[in-house]
């Protein structure tokens, strides 16, 4: 089952210490990456920056287009009035064949805040348990997941956060 996920973190650097940590996981075999990105808003930046790194060629660009306008719409549109809540809409609606819903969408935005950072990714065939050990101790929160809440319970057991 493809995976989708995103996990915030608290300073603009811990998502891209995450996604190392994901990588060797990726090497030794506990998961398989598709593809993530890491979103990083640094203290009086005016806008976050995204790194995208596909793990597969054949899919790498549709994940990066995808990384684009998912980033671009949720943080990149004003915050207030109408057009963010169209853009927003309009975004639920590309992302809902992944699973992602439009009040997770709303979650993202205003979680992933400047001083933050988050880690997006799509995984396959996973080792939660011992996945869950690598990012032990790590302060994070689960925003989003296109998981069953019984999954996503067990998710959040093994790798802690919210």
Do not use: C, Y
Not at 1 to 9: A, G, H, I, L, N
Not at 43 to 48: K, L, M, S, T
């Amino acid at each position: 089952m493809t995976t989708f996920t995103v996990w915030k973190f608290d300073g603009p650097e811990r998502a891209d210490r995450a996604a190392l940590v994901l990588r060797d996981a990726a090497r030794d075999g506990l998961v398989r990456i598709l593809d993530h990105a890491v979103v990083s808003w640094p203290v009086g930046a005016e806008h976050p920056t995204t790194t995208h790194s596909h793990e597969e060629n054949k899919r790498g660009a549709g994940w990066g287009a995808f990384w684009g306008v998912l980033v671009g719409a949720l943080f990149f549109v004003p915050v207030a009035g109408g057009v963010a809540g169209a853009a927003i809409g309009a975004l639920a609606k590309s992302t809902e064949d992944v699973g992602i819903t439009k009040q997770q969408l709303e979650t993202i935005r205003t979680e992933v805040t400047e001083g933050s950072s988050a880690l997006f990714i799509v995984t396959e065939e996973g080792d939660l348990d011992r996945l869950g050990e690598r990012f032990h101790g790590m302060e994070k929160k689960l925003l989003a997941t296109n998981l069953t809440e019984g999954e996503r319970e067990i998710l959040i057991e093994t790798f802690g956060g919210a």
